[in-house]
């Protein structure tokens, strides 16, 4: 079982900055990749950046340039620099691990971090 805890989200005006964080904790398991995803409301949940264990990054077009995600494999985090944030990124920022349990892959998913983007 693997436990992921995200901290980082809030209340940021346009062209603000916030940063995420996500914790994985558990045993038995080695993690392949790390990444978020966001889902705003009435709309379907989607990738936004992930990143492997050797460190093979990616973004979908939306938030290429403005944000960066980070992983420190040691302590099983990742993190996303979010920058020159706008009011469509907007949304309920989902941690996710992809795991592998023995010969076994698992996803395993965060509770979410509200990030609202508003003057």
């Known amino acids: 079982q693997v436990q992921l805890v995200e901290s980082g989200g809030g209340l940021v005006q346009p062209g603000g900055s916030l940063r995420l964080s996500c914790a994985a904790s558990g045993s038995g398991f080695s993690i392949v990749a790390m990444g978020w995803y966001r889902q705003a409301p009435g709309k379907r949940r989607d990738l936004v950046a992930t990143?492997?264990?050797?460190?093979?990054?990616k973004y979908t077009v939306s938030v290429k340039g403005r944000f960066t995600i980070s992983r420190d494999n040691a302590k099983s985090t990742v993190s996303l620099q979010m920058n020159s944030l706008k009011p469509e990124d907007t949304a309920v920022y989902y941690c996710t691990a992809d795991v592998l349990a023995g010969f076994v892959r698992y996803d395993y998913w965060g509770q979410g971090t509200q990030v609202t983007v508003s003057s």
């Open positions: 990143i492997t264990t050797g460190g093979i990054t």
